[in-house]
Structure formats: structure tokens, C-alpha cells
């Protein structure tokens, strides 16, 4: 291994252990213990597969180490290490480091959504405070249909924690651990959910919590969850995530854009800003696109958030004319190239993988138009910790 040697790292904060790149990796060198996600410099290949399919940002860290971090060590990461001084560390080619180092930060976070800071007023989360070694349970309080369409079944599921302290907030995602063994006879890995309630709970202060889950055809989980009666016993990992959160200013305003059960993360925040700082908020708009408004998930509650809380644009892509969440962006450019240019402004992007090329493109159109370039200021926005992506 020679010097300066580039590690491939996890940051541990903001992975939400959905093991995306440990399926993707083809070098096996990305393995999981009961608390962390880590790669294996011996195994390591720099081949990136593993970088797409991230959906936090989180897999594209990287240091230039004068000797690499042992899976042992990457195992005891609470937080990812800085990159260490090398010069320090008596190394004799510095020079050649300092570029390297240069090098590595210039290209560093253009992967994937890119790695994400958490908005400057977000509270501190709790992360992995039930690790897959020590899960909790929690049981099932309520289990509804969202929808009024037989192929397009989502439900609205409601977990008790009973007197087990689960921290979580808005923005953070559970494990949930379907019951039975893969075809290797193993435990079958948890499957992430975003929570769809505020940090209060679903109730308030009664220690629960909600998911917006969609039933998948031979969907292992989804139909496990989808299927679960009230009283029924559910194994659960996290919270994770550290990044996708709400800011506490309450003249931050929010651009939500999500498809489908992206929408779950965008009404917890809708729920934490109603019961915090209701009508006087910044404001927050949301663009939200579903197949028909029967397969739209909380369609009727929806309807009674106030305008003036919610600005809201319901995007069909089946219910007459085909129109994505990326088409009424441009329709509304005016309102858009507005909100991008007011440092108060925070992006949330939630859903489909799909969509994010196309609201990038619509972003790139509209910020054209008023003479600006969207990759600088979504780059200054994401350095802010106002630009937020998790789609899958
Ligand atoms: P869906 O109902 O299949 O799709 C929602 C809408 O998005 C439809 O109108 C669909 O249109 C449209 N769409 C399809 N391709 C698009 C594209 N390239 N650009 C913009 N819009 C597009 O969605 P879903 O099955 O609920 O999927 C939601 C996704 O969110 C899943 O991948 C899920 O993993 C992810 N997610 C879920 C959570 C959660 O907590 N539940 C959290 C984060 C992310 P057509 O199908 O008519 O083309």
C-alpha cells in the first residue's frame, strides 16, 4: 500500500443502514457489524457502484491516511475522524499529500445527492440508539389505508414504544426487522422507513410513532407491515439520520418536493411546524406527486392543512394529463426562482430516485432565467445545510 493512500470511509452520523452499498458492492469489501456499516481497504477497488445507490451521501467520504483505519476501527466510529494531519504523522512526501488532500476535498460530495449537513438551527438527533444487536419492540396501535385504490395499496401504521425511550425526529428513519430467515438461513437485514410523525409522536406525548408504508408485489416487509393487526409485536432498529432534518428557525421557509410515500418525512415536518409555531411560520410549499388523487396518501388531511401554512401543488401523473413534480416546478418558476434565491430558503427532495433528475433540470431552467447557475447555488446550499435529497 503505498503512500498517500486514499480510505474509502462511511460517515456513521449520517448513514441510515440500509445496506444499498454493502448489495452494490462487487469487491465485497463493504461489511456490517451490529452497529456500524464499513469498507474494507484491502477490498476496496475504487469502482463507485457503491456511491449511486447511497441515499443519504453518506458512503462518499473519503481520507488520505498514512496508515488506513482497520475494520476494528471503523467499527468504534461514533463520528467519521477528520482528515489527520500528515505532515504530523511524520510522513515524508508532504507535498504529494497536500495535493492529494487538495485533490480529495475538491472532489469529495459530488457523488450521489452529495453528503449533506443538517440546517444550522436542526436539533441534535439521537442516532442508533437501538443498534440491530439490541433492537426494541414495538407494537402496533393502528394500521390504515391511505388510499382508495385496489393496486395502490399505502397505509398509515401507527407504532406504541410503551415505556422504551425512542428519541426520533422529524426527517430520521426507523428499521423495521421483517420476522424469518433469508434463503442463507440469516436474520433478515432491517428495512428503513421514514417516520411521517412529528417528534411528539403520532398522538402527542403518548410515545408513538407513525410510517407511510406502501405494499409492494412479494415486497418481504411492506407486506409484512402492510398486513400487521393492532396488538401485533414489531422488532425495530435506529433512529438514524442526521441530516434530513427540520430547522428550528421559524422563519426558515421550506421547498418540500416529493412522489408517493416521499411525502412521509414532509408531513412530519408539516405536523411539527402546525404544532410549534402553526401560523406563524416562515412558510412552506410543497410540490407532491402521486398516480390520482385516490392513490395520493393523506389526500383528505391534506385538504385542511391551512393555504397559508401549506402552499400546496398536487401533481397528477395519470388522472387525465401526464404531469410530474418537475413539470409544475417549471409552471411556477416565478414562485420557485423566488424561494432559491432567499438565504431563508431549505430544499427537501423525498421519493423516487427518478425524480431527481428531473427537478435538477428544472432547478438548472429556472435559476437560468434569472441569470443565476443552479450547481453553484446548490452547492452553496448544501454547504449551508439547506439542500436535502433522500430518495430511493
Ligand atoms: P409511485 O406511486 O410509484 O409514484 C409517485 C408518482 O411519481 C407517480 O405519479 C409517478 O408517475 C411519479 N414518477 C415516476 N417516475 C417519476 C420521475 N422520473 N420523476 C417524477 N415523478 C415520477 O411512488 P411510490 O411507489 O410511493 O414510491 C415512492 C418512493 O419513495 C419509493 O421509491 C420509496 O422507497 C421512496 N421513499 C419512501 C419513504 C417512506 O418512508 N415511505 C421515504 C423516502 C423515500 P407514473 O408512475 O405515473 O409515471
Redesign the pocket.
Known amino acids: 500500500m503505498n503512500l498517500p493512500f486514499k480510505q474509502h470511509l462511511i460517515d456513521p452520523e449520517i448513514c441510515i443502514r440500509c445496506h444499498s452499498c454493502e448489495m452494490a458492492c462487487t469487491a465485497d469489501a463493504i461489511e456490517h457489524d451490529d452497529t456500524n456499516v464499513v469498507v474494507n481497504a484491502d477490498l476496496c477497488n475504487y469502482c463507485m457502484d457503491c456511491i449511486p445507490v447511497c441515499?443519504t451521501g453518506s458512503i462518499d467520504e473519503w481520507r488520505v491516511v498514512a496508515e488506513p483505519y482497520s475494520l476494528a476501527a471503523q467499527y468504534g466510529f461514533e463520528e467519521l475522524p477528520e482528515q489527520e494531519d500528515l505532515a504530523g504523522a511524520g510522513a515524508d512526501n508532504v507535498e504529494a499529500l497536500d495535493e492529494a488532500v487538495a485533490a480529495l476535498l475538491a472532489e469529495a460530495h459530488q457523488g450521489a445527492g452529495g453528503a449533506s449537513k443538517p440546517p444550522a438551527s436542526a436539533d441534535r438527533p439521537t442516532v442508533n440508539m437501538y443498534p440491530l444487536a439490541k433492537p426494541t419492540s414495538a407494537t402496533v396501535q393502528g394500521n390504515y389505508s391511505l388510499t382508495d385504490d385496489p393496486t395502490?395499496d399505502?397505509r398509515h401504521l401507527i407504532l406504541d414504544l410503551g415505556g422504551v425511550p425512542f428519541p426520533i425526529m422529524e426527517g430520521q428513519?426507523i428499521g423495521i426487522i421483517p420476522p424469518g430467515t433469508d434463503d442463507k438461513g440469516k436474520a433478515h437485514l432491517p428495512r428503513?422507513?421514514?417516520?411521517?410523525s412529528p417528534r411528539d409522536g403520532e398522538r402527542p406525548n403518548f410515545n408513538n410513532l407513525s410510517?407511510?408504508?406502501?405494499r409492494?408485489e412479494h415486497g418481504l416487509c411492506s407486506n409484512f407491515l402492510c398486513d400487521l393487526e393492532k396488538g401485533d409485536e414489531v422488532q425495530v432498529t435506529g433512529p438514524f439520520g442526521a441530516t434530513f432534518l427540520i430547522p428550528s428557525d421559524p422563519d426558515a421557509r421550506l421547498l418540500m418536493i416529493?412522489?408517493?410515500?416521499?411525502a412521509?418525512?414532509m408531513r412530519a415536518f408539516t405536523m411539527r411546524r402546525q404544532r410549534s409555531i402553526g401560523g406563524t411560520s416562515g412558510g412552506m410549499t410543497i410540490f407532491f406527486?402521486?398516480?390520482t388523487p385516490k392513490?395520493l396518501?393523506y389526500f383528505g388531511p391534506l385538504s385542511k392543512v391551512p393555504k397559508t401554512l401549506l402552499d400546496q401543488h398536487l401533481?397528477?401523473?395519470?388522472d387525465g394529463k401526464?404531469e410530474?413534480?418537475?413539470d409544475r416546478l417549471l409552471v411556477e418558476e416565478e414562485k420557485i426562482a423566488e424561494l432559491l434565491v432567499d438565504p431563508n430558503t431549505h430544499i427537501y427532495i423525498?421519493?423516487?430516485?427518478?425524480?431527481?433528475?428531473?427537478?435538477e433540470r428544472a432547478f438548472t431552467t429556472i435559476a437560468e432565467s434569472i441569470g443565476e447557475q443552479w450547481i453553484a447555488m446548490r452547492d452553496v446550499m448544501r454547504q449551508e445545510g439547506r439542500y436535502h435529497v433522500?430518495?430511493?
Open positions: 441515499p395502490h399505502v428513519t428503513l422507513y421514514s417516520v411521517s410510517l407511510t408504508v406502501k409492494e416529493c412522489t408517493g410515500t416521499g412521509a418525512p406527486g402521486a398516480r392513490s396518501p401533481v397528477y401523473s395519470r401526464k410530474y413534480v418537475q423525498c421519493g423516487l430516485r427518478g425524480m431527481e433528475d428531473g427537478v433522500e430518495t430511493y
